[in-house]
């Protein structure tokens, strides 16, 4: 096995002391010149390259933060990632991305991951909807601030967007155009998000006189386009078919809107279709896709800035007020929904 280049070796090749070679890469300032020129000769001769978890388990900081979303797959959680990790950059800090694949179990296995890593904080959007594994992450008292989740129940700090809003957004935009037989593909009902969304679209029929009847759910496993493709095959076997269908994220809206194309059915001469996020390939679509924005980029950095301020204040006598963070979604309207009726 390869011998790995450590502290040691540098300070033996360049004649000086181990300590003399922390000073070197840690406050070069404090070494003579000559002497700090020898050392880095030598780390450049012999390819050192400092343990950074070994330097920060003497801290006892870490320079990571751990992000754990649902999907990264979905676009959505990408843009959520991108501006959690441009605030972590200007803080100094990297990011670790893991994906939960919607898993509880997978989310158990990342938390203890980032336990065992030290991690300085963690951004997680749950999949456990019990709880469990958020309790069982508090032992180790490590800062953590939930995306994409209001923070009920709990103390720590959330960013999320309304996604009772957005549901009602969604829904009075179909009703408005004359739809009054609507089907929401609606994903895993255990998701806070989708129960929300379904709860916003279920108001918006009642502002208009229509009862829950209104509204047939078509749930589905996942959140991707496969899963969209399934719903939209059970939406075409519908005896009474809708005439609008509202979908709990985007990919599910492009598998039903693939899976109408592939039937022959006119989007949205013969099914309009709405869905949430907003992702890039929304607008690229075929069919232009309508959509519920929301702002993930945003989410992310605000998340991070939230994380950032709380650890800063570790160790110190001051304490960090958390927050709830909601932000507001916006319906942004394309062909996909827009035949007159």
């Given amino acids: 096995m390869a011998h790995s280049v450590g502290i040691k070796d540098v300070a033996r090749a360049a004649g000086v002391s181990v300590g003399t070679v922390s000073n070197v890469i840690n406050r070069p300032d404090t070494v003579a010149t000559e002497t700090r020129a020898r050392v880095l000769s030598a780390i450049e001769r012999l390819g050192y390259v400092r343990s950074e978890s070994a330097r920060q388990l003497r801290a006892g900081r870490s320079r990571i933060m751990g992000l754990l979303v649902l999907d990264m797959g979905n676009p959505f959680f990408v843009d959520l990632a991108r501006g959690a990790e441009r605030a972590a950059r200007q803080a100094g800090l990297g990011v670790m991305v893991c994906n939960s694949a919607q898993n ?18 963690v951004l997680l959007t749950p999949a456990d909807a019990t709880g469990r594994n958020i309790e069982g992450f508090r032992r180790h008292h490590i800062p ?40 929401y593909v609606s994903g895993p009902p255990g998701l806070n998000q989708v129960r929300d969304r379904r709860t916003g679209a279920l108001a918006a029929l009642a502002e208009a006189g229509l009862g829950p009847e209104a509204l047939r759910e078509l749930p589905t496993e996942r959140l991707d386009v496969a899963a969209g493709r399934d719903a939209g095959a059970r939406l075409l076997g519908l005896a009474d078919r809708p005439t609008a269908v509202f979908c709990a994220n985007d990919l599910l809206a492009l598998g039903v809107l693939q899976a109408m194309y592939a039937a022959g059915v006119g989007v949205p001469d013969d099914l309009a279709i709405v869905g949430y996020d907003d992702i890039e390939f929304a607008a690229a679509a075929a ?10 980029v945003t989410m992310g950095a605000m998340a991070a800035e939230l994380l950032l301020e709380e650890t800063e204040l570790e160790g110190t006598d001051r304490t960090h007020p958390h927050r709830r963070v909601v932000l507001q979604p916006e319906l942004v309207v394309r062909r996909s929904s827009l035949a007159a009726r």
Avoid at 287 to 296: D, I, K, W
């Fill in 104 to 121: 509880p179990g997978e989310e158990a296995e990342y938390l203890s991951l980032f336990a065992e890593q030290r991690v300085r904080g």
């Fill in 144 to 183: 953590f601030v939930l995306v994409d989740r209001v923070a009920e129940g709990t103390t720590e700090c959330s960013v999320s967007v309304d996604d009772v809003a957005g549901g009602a957004l969604a829904v009075r935009h179909l009703v408005d155009a004359g739809h009054r037989s609507l089907a």
């Fill in 287 to 296: 069919v232009p896709l309508t959509s519920v924005r929301q702002p993930a």
